[in-house]
């Protein structure tokens, strides 16, 4: 009986071993196991012992047998698996930023880059305490001192832990007007557009007001706002006074005042 021997590394994902066989009739073509019986992903395709993704349980002998009405002959096949080199654990390396610096009110995506092997497992604390969120990301919503503060990436495996810990700022600008209302001279039942732009983070909160030179204690005349209160306008003007336009947030304002002069048409007695 003639033994082959055939060496295959473990994780192979497709083996072919053909069994060829010749005589007249045509040779019956069958594979068997010397010692039990087929692994679950081995199978005989056509005259072809299949192995598909090897594993070290698919070592062993393997038995071809060629039959017809003239007799039968048997090749029998050593299968030899070679083990994958063990990969080496490597413990947890980290990468993130020092400090990321966010304004008031926004999100702020804190992200560590970790290596290793086996893959670590990622848990996170803020000031020194445990979070609930795992994984490499970390999302701190809406942003302000209550959340600003010392993150920690901590990062496990079998071979060590690593940490890394991330500043988290919060910053604000205080509200600053950039284009403030313009002087202006009307003729009485006019209507006139008054602009006030400002910067600032929060973003700020912009208002009116009038101050009548009659002192009339009637408060902002009639008037339209748009653009969230950056433009208003003072609808069928009737008396002068200054208008004042505020930019406010809750760290700060900015106030801007322009004249405004209504003039009224002199009756003429004929």
């Known amino acids: 009986m003639l033994i082959t021997a055939k060496t295959i590394d473990e994780g192979t994902s497709l083996v072919e071993i053909p069994c060829y066989a010749e005589g007249v009739p045509s040779p019956f073509v069958k594979w068997d196991t010397v010692d039990g019986q087929f692994q679950a992903n081995i199978k005989q395709v056509s005259h072809f012992l299949v192995i598909e993704n090897v594993t070290k349980a698919d070592a062993g002998f393997y038995m071809c047998s060629a039959t017809n009405r003239a007799g039968s002959d048997v090749k029998v096949i050593h299968i030899q698996v070679i083990s994958k080199p063990e990969r080496q654990h490597i413990a947890p390396l980290i990468s993130a930023p020092s400090m990321v610096q966010v304004y008031y009110y926004t999100d702020a995506n804190l992200v560590c880059n970790v290596t290793g ?20 990301k970390f999302t701190v919503s809406r942003v302000t001192n209550s959340t600003s503060g010392v993150y920690s990436c901590i990062a496990t495996n079998d071979a060590g832990t690593s940490q890394a810990n991330i500043i988290l700022k919060v910053t604000y600008d205080h509200p600053k007007i950039l284009s403030p209302p313009l002087p202006t001279i009307s003729t009485a039942g006019e209507s006139h557009n008054f602009t006030c732009r400002a910067t600032g983070h929060p973003i700020p909160v912009v208002s009116w007001i009038f101050d009548s030179f009659t002192h009339h204690p009637n408060g902002l005349p009639r008037h339209v706002t748009f653009e969230n209160g950056a433009v208003l306008e003072l609808v069928n003007m009737q008396d002068s006074g200054q208008l004042t336009c505020t930019a406010e947030n809750e760290f700060g304002s900015d106030t801007k005042s322009t004249n405004v002069i209504v003039k009224h048409p002199t009756a003429v007695i004929g």
Do not use: H, L, S
């Open 117 to 136: 092997y086996p893959t670590p497992i990622i848990k996170w604390q803020f000031n020194q305490i445990p979070q609930a969120t795992t994984g490499a």
